[in-house]
């Protein structure tokens, strides 16, 4: 009985600090996007800081404002392939297939031996031609 209840209190324990660490991700998130919107918002932002700013859109699952970001970053870093995989992703999830075909195969033109753009290209072109 007393190691039953040892185990019943670990699992609890183990469980408490799950949630927590996971309440701590999400705000973290939050906050990551939040701190970064000042410096986006100036006319001259960086490159880097959009394409910052449109990930922590995305993993906050806030697709419109992450789209947003990464097309400024692509206007201000046009080398940056990561910032056209990333924009593809996000057309794809808005299912905005014309976009998505178009954001990987500039990537492909940039990165043209990326396998992942090459298949996610592959992936999408049905749709984006329907």
Not at 3 to 20: E, G, P
Not at 53 to 73: D, F, M, V, W
Request: some cysteine.
């Amino acid at each position: 009985m007393k190691m039953h209840r040892k185990l019943v209190y670990r699992s609890l324990i183990c469980s408490l600090t799950a949630i927590s660490i996971l309440t701590f991700a999400a705000a973290a998130k939050a906050a990551t996007w939040k701190g970064l919107e000042p410096f986006a918002a100036k006319p001259d932002a960086k490159g880097a800081t959009l394409y910052l700013l449109g990930l922590s859109h995305t993993q906050a699952k806030n697709y419109p404002k992450a789209i947003t970001a990464l097309e400024r970053a692509a206007r201000v870093t046009p080398q940056d392939v990561n910032v056209y995989r990333m924009l593809g992703y996000d057309y794809e999830v808005s299912k905005q297939y014309a976009k998505v075909l178009a954001a990987y195969e500039k990537g492909l033109q940039l990165a043209p031996g990326d396998a992942d753009l090459k298949e996610s290209a592959d992936r999408v072109r049905p749709f984006a031609k329907a």
